[in-house]
């Protein structure tokens, strides 16, 4: 008997997905969710799982567990007094109980709760690590392959995940992380309409992404959206949702205890509001916050796959990018060439993205064929990028360099010409 009643709550809690840790830090949701100053440890939850007789939870703590685990203290191996038994009669019945009540049978109501009953397959750790390292490799793709064939990859991901969080039995762990997928995967979804010029389907995307972080309380994640939607939001002349997702986004990583590498991501947006607005104060403001930030990444423990692009070479062009929009051309290349050069090799579009800048604003420069040389490059090694955005920066050097009447201009006008026949073909 006392070995029954040491494991009853043991198997209610592996049932249910969590381990001794998750466990506690679910009852410490449940029991804010509830307004009840209840906690319990991972040393109290042993003691419960394995002693003869367990301690009786206190009243608090009852609760809670009966709140996570939806069935009455007594079943799940307590041996509770009289004066404490949860009644299971219909909540409108009339009597002298008035504590919680249950409305069904409190062992078919834990089978419910625990092991969704639906006609779909099992899925379990090993299907979401399969789905994860899917999820994780759109990275991979986005950078050296371009947003085209990643979208392509995404809404077969999205389908299986959908899907099984339709059909599929799950525990309520794997549902979570489901859940979670999900919103990174519009998230992938949002930047990938911004990279291919669909600025509403772009914001679709994010207000997808937004809701689905919050339904699994994830901070960093609404985070990761949020930098995204100040690019849409940009885009889209909406510079006052911009600025409101940037105050929201640094609100979050505070709350989150995010490390430095995500406020300079968060610093960058913020840099990109007001250069597009004209606003070269506030641009060197922002700047000056992510310069910081950027010396303070050494200490970062951990960093967010999101956020791992973020480095020196995305702050200098983010300060070209001001002078550029001062009109200092001449001031922006230095930045631009320690970009180009500070980039790694594992993000082939951005780099591309880099070495177009860079060509456009040589030219601007009045310095024709350095600028149709660091063009040339590009065009060797981004025949493999599928980047809507990639394409609209060559055209614009291409209308640009037209006007330019030297032999090697309207050479590398044509080749950016034949670029774009390819990527129609």
């Not at 389907?201 to 997808?208: N, W």
């Not at 300079?264 to 607005?277: E, F, G, K, M, P």
Request: aromatic content about 6%; hydrophobic content about 40%; proline content about 4%.
């Amino acid at each position: 008997m006392a070995s029954e009643v040491t494991s009853n709550l043991a198997l209610l809690r592996q049932t249910a997905g969590y381990t001794q840790e998750s466990f506690v830090a679910e009852f410490i949701r449940e029991a804010t969710r509830l307004g009840i100053a209840a906690a319990v440890s991972v040393r109290q939850l042993r003691r419960w799982e394995r002693e003869t007789p367990p301690p009786l939870p206190h009243p608090g703590q009852q609760a809670v567990l009966e709140a996570v685990f939806g069935i009455p203290l007594a079943e799940m191996g307590f041996e509770v007094p009289a004066h404490r038994m949860t009644a299971t009669t219909p909540i409108s019945d009339a009597g002298e109980v008035k504590r919680r009540t249950f409305v069904a049978d409190a062992g078919a109501l834990a089978a419910a709760a625990l092991v969704p009953s639906r006609p779909g397959p099992l899925i379990g750790t090993a299907d979401v690590a399969c789905l994860r390292a899917r999820l994780d490799s759109l990275y991979r793709t986005d950078h050296s392959a371009g947003s085209t064939p990643a979208m392509a990859q995404a809404r077969r991901i999205e389908a299986e995940i959908t899907g099984a969080l339709d059909a599929a039995s799950y525990t309520s762990r794997i549902g979570r992380e489901l859940q979670t997928m999900l919103a990174e995967l519009y998230g992938h979804q949002a930047w990938y309409g911004y990279d291919g010029g669909l600025i509403r389907e772009g914001r679709a995307a994010c207000m997808e992404a937004l809701a689905a972080a919050q339904l699994v309380e994830s901070p960093l994640l609404q985070v990761s959206v949020l930098e995204t939607l100040v690019l849409l939001s940009v885009k889209a002349n909406r510079t006052w949702e911009a600025a409101s997702a940037v105050e929201n986004a640094y609100r979050l990583a505070g709350r989150a205890g995010a490390g430095p590498t995500v406020h300079l991501v968060i610093a960058l947006r913020d840099a990109n509001i007001a250069t597009h607005t004209g606003d070269l104060t506030g641009a060197r403001r922002a700047l000056s916050r992510a310069v910081t930030y950027q010396g303070r990444t050494g200490s970062d423990e951990e960093v967010p796959n999101w956020a791992q692009f973020a480095g020196p070479f995305e702050v200098d062009y983010a300060t070209a990018d001001m002078y550029v929009r001062a009109q200092q051309p001449n001031r922006a290349v230095p930045f631009l060439r320690a970009a180009v050069r500070g980039i790694g090799c594992d993000y082939a579009r951005n780099s591309a993205s880099y070495r177009v800048k860079l060509a456009g604003v040589l030219l601007d420069s009045g310095e024709a064929e350095e600028a149709c040389t660091e063009m040339n490059a590009v065009l060797d090694c981004c025949g493999e990028i599928s980047s809507p955005r990639l394409l609209r920066k060559l055209r614009e050097f291409q209308r640009s360099a037209k006007r330019i009447d030297t032999a090697m201009a309207q050479d590398c006008v044509e080749r950016i010409r034949e670029t774009g026949r390819e990527s129609r073909g």
